[in-house]
Nanobody
């Protein structure tokens, strides 16, 4: 069993930055991959970024590449999503997720546990 708690969401103007955090508990954090997904109003949940257990491999959706950075601190059992140059279209509920058994994946079906989500709103 893994528990995930996101934080760091909020309201920001276009061009601004936010850093999301996701604190994990319940299993050896460094042993599993983590991902960030988001869901905008009226849209399906989509992949944002993923990172391997050791942090050496990262993956990004094309829409955020060059603006967002995923990282993790295994000593703190926390994964981060640094979001820069935010755009109104980044407005969504952001979820972190844990993939206990496989490599980092862009498919939400590969993830076993999910956080409750944190709202990010980018004003124009």
């Amino acid at each position: 069993q893994v528990q995930l708690v996101e934080s760091g969401g909020g309201l920001v103007q276009a061009g601004g930055s936010l850093r999301l955090s996701c604190a994990a508990s319940g299993r050896t954090f460094s042993s599993y991959a983590m991902g960030w997904f988001r869901q905008a109003p009226g849209k399906e949940r989509e992949f944002v970024a993923a990172i391997s257990g050791g942090g050496g491999s990262t993956y990004y959706a094309d829409s955020v590449k060059g603006r967002f950075t995923i990282s993790r601190d295994n000593a703190k059992n926390t994964v981060y999503l640094q979001m820069n140059s935010l755009k109104p279209e980044d407005t969504a509920v952001y979820y972190c997720a844990a993939n206990l058994w496989g490599p980092p994946s862009i498919s939400q079906n590969e993830y076993d546990y999910w956080g409750q989500g944190t709202q990010v709103t980018v004003s124009s």
